[in-house]
């Protein structure tokens, strides 16, 4: 693995997202000094928090996968992130609703989703169903090491055992036709598929490996912070500060000084200039290229993400049929993603996330009110209208957007909102996202692994990059991956050697006076590593020719 050379005792982090803080952690854990700038007055970046009246209102993600990450840079610096945030397993994970009036809960435990399965669609659909878990469980295992969690120089570097399991596995297949030969009923074939618009590509299109979304989502485990998802940014940057991390807020990098190869000081808008060693940019990509003085040249222009409207609403009722997390699948399907990456326009028969945070936390609503989050996905800037048409368009659509709600069950939802926040690809571009997308580059074939951007910069040998821009790429936990990448190309992968790191099911336990885990609580053992994929291939049995 290519590091950066020379010194790199100080190092200087633009952007307290997750990916920054993830990578501050990792770096104070090997003992460099660290240095964090963020623009915005607290940490979060994407995954914000704005307060609408008495309402606590989170700007980003909502679900939750794969907590270990986060743990992991925790224990960097001998934290946990038991100690930092009560975390709530979600049962159900989801739940399904469709246009035929059906409904699913979606499980996380197999045998209550196999229960599940066989109560919706049969006995048939259940065992499909069993079939499927085991082989997400697998295509998982076939990834994360040398896929997803690690570090590429060349593209030379797929070219390892894996990459066989993963072929035999049909990751090279097409998702939707894959997911088809364990399930036939259309409405469970989207449960499970519908997960590659967070990688910005259709089912039809996407690569059958990126079902290793749908492991994270329905068989890992999805939880929710108490204090809704800003707690955990939050969390993150308490303990980075706690190990000596230190942070300019409300500030932003406006210039790199540069001389013989390597960044010497960056320059802020205060005028303050800080010398450093090393810089890790986890802005959006444009903006970390602009600072660098232009973008590398690539063989084909960079292809972003579907973006998305979503209306945050604090309301005075909710409905009872919602869970804390609800998909609304629309009749339509396939041609909903036609209108997303090709003709440009909303989905004219929209699938919708609708949030309710309050369900688990009440605290984040004045007393007797909810708070409900309504994600539509919708085309970016480049395929579908420009940032400025959204200005006169989103209001008919928060209003189109509020009808179909009502007509999905949501009786009384527009005389209901007391306080309210829409956001649109206008105010993603706003706030500089890349084609007016908070999902940034899609991960089509040519912009995933060894040929997604990469963390090092030819031409400066001290500035690394990470974020949902670069490798791995898009989601919760591959932004906190990315920032541990970056942190090892600085400090070669050495351990951490600030207390004594935690892991495992120890590092998720309450510390004194801390809430206990509640809800199934997070057991690394029970997601079997690489290193143990030979014994779950004889405990589950094969899959490669399901």
């Known amino acids: 693995m290519r590091t950066v050379p020379g010194r790199t005792d100080h190092v200087v982090v633009v952007g307290a997202g997750l990916s920054g803080l993830a990578c501050a952690l990792h770096l104070l854990g090997s003992g460099r000094r660290v240095t964090v700038v963020e623009r915005d007055p607290g940490p979060g970046g994407r995954a914000g928090r704005v307060r609408l009246g008495g309402y606590q209102v989170d ?3 909502t ?3 794969m907590p270990e990450f986060a743990d992991e ?10 100690r930092r945030v009560e975390l709530l397993g979600l049962h159900p994970a989801y739940r399904a609703q469709f246009a035929d009036g059906s ?49 590429f120089d060349s593209p030379l570097q797929l070219l390892h055992t894996d990459l066989a399991r993963l072929a035999a596995l049909g990751g090279f297949g097409r998702l939707d036709r894959r997911i088809g030969r364990f399930l036939s009923d259309p409405r469970l074939r989207r449960v499970f598929s519908f997960q590659a618009l967070y990688a910005g590509v259709a089912p039809a299109r996407a690569l059958a490996a990126y079902a290793v979304i749908a492991y994270m989502d329905t068989v890992a485990g999805v939880w929710f912070p108490k204090g809704g998802m800003h707690a955990l940014p939050r969390a993150m940057a308490d303990a980075a500060g706690d190990a000596g991390g230190a942070f300019r807020w409300s500030d932003a990098v406006v210039s790199l000084e540069r001389s013989a190869g390597r960044v010497r000081a960056v320059r802020l808008a205060s005028g303050e200039r800080i010398a450093c060693d090393a810089v890790v940019l986890t802005c959006e990509l444009s903006a970390a290229h602009r600072l660098l003085g232009g973008a590398p040249r690539r063989p084909v222009r960079l292809r972003h993400s579907p973006s998305a409207v979503i209306l945050h609403a604090g309301t005075d009722r909710t409905w009872s049929h919602l869970a804390h997390h609800t998909l609304s699948f629309g009749a339509a399907w396939e041609s909903t993603f036609d209108e997303l990456t090709r003709k440009g326009e ?43 048409a959204w200005r006169d368009l989103g209001p ?53 692994g060894p040929f997604r951007p990469r963390n090092l910069v030819r031409g400066v040998e001290n500035v690394v990059l990470a974020g949902c821009g670069t490798t791995p790429g898009v989601g919760v936990p591959t932004v906190l991956l990315s920032g541990k990448l970056a942190a090892a190309r600085i400090t070669g992968g050495v351990p951490a050697r600030r207390g004594t790191a935690r892991t495992g099911a120890s590092a998720m336990a309450p510390g004194p006076g801390q809430v206990p885990v509640r809800s199934a609580p997070y057991r690394p053992s029970a997601v079997p590593g690489a290193g143990e994929a030979a014994a779950v291939s004889t405990r589950e049995g094969s ?4």
């Open 103 to 151: 409904r699913l809960d979606v499980h996380t435990d197999g045998e209550a989703m196999e229960e599940e399965v066989r109560r919706f669609a049969g006995p048939e659909e259940a065992a499909g169903y069993r079939r499927l878990r085991r082989w997400l469980r697998r295509l998982y295992q076939a990834q994360l090491r040398h896929f997803i969690d690690t570090n």
């Open 543 to 546: 899959d490669e020719q399901a």
């Open 59 to 61: 700007t980003g993600p």
């Open 396 to 448: 008919r659509y928060r209003d189109r957007l509020v009808g179909e709600l009502e007509r999905r069950g949501l009786d009384g939802f527009a005389d209901s909102v007391e306080r309210e926040m829409l956001v649109t690809p206008w105010d993603w571009t706003a706030q500089g996202h890349a084609a007016g997308s908070p999902f940034s580059v899609s991960h089509t074939f040519a912009q995933t």
């Open 346 to 388: 909303p989905m004219s028969d929209p699938s919708l996330l609708i949030t309710r945070p309050t369900t688990h936390d009440p605290a984040l609503a004045p007393p007797g009110r909810h708070l409900h989050y309504v994600l539509a996905p919708c085309p970016n800037t480049t395929v579908g209208p420009s940032a400025t």
């Open 73 to 82: 840079a925790l224990a960097a610096v001998g934290d946990s992130l038991g």
């Open 63 to 65: 679900v939750l996968t």
